[in-house]
């Protein structure tokens, strides 16, 4: 099982990034998927994730509606569009799975992790 993140960068205030994240030896199609944040000093919050079991989406209040996670069946790949970035989104952006209906507020239900890619968004 492998995740790997894509698409992270330097943005100004106001501006939008498209992340992505690519799985490999398994499927997002039976797995629960999200997307994490880990600001410098703080711990790891769950941004958005999509159920495994009836692929209902959870936005963290912090994104939502800035926000959108989607998935490409064809593609075995999650995207996260990100607009309206502020500084307070600077951090790590790491796409997580877990096959067994992980909870978007437990970072540690999900057992499988990419390597995580760096958004810096600047005043």
């Known amino acids: 099982v492998q995740l790997v993140e894509s698409g992270g960068g330097l943005v100004q205030a106001g501006g939008s990034l498209r992340l992505s994240c690519a799985a490999s030896?398994?499927?997002?199609?039976?797995?629960?998927v999200g997307w994490f944040r880990q600001a410098p000093g703080k711990e790891r919050e769950g941004l958005a994730c999509?159920?495994?079991?009836?692929?209902?989406?959870d936005y963290a209040d912090s994104v939502k509606g800035r926000f959108t996670i989607s998935s490409d069946h064809a593609k075995n790949t999650v995207h996260l569009q990100m607009t309206g970035l502020t500084p307070e989104d600077t951090g790590v952006y790491y796409c997580?799975?877990?096959?067994?209906?992980?909870?978007?507020?437990?970072?540690?239900?999900?057992?499988?992790w990419g390597q995580g890619t760096q958004v810096t968004v600047s005043s």
């Open positions: 030896g398994f499927s997002f199609d039976d797995f629960g």
């Open positions: 997580a799975a877990d096959g067994f209906a992980p909870r978007c507020e437990y970072a540690d239900e999900f057992d499988y």
């Open positions: 999509i159920s495994s079991t009836d692929g209902s989406i």
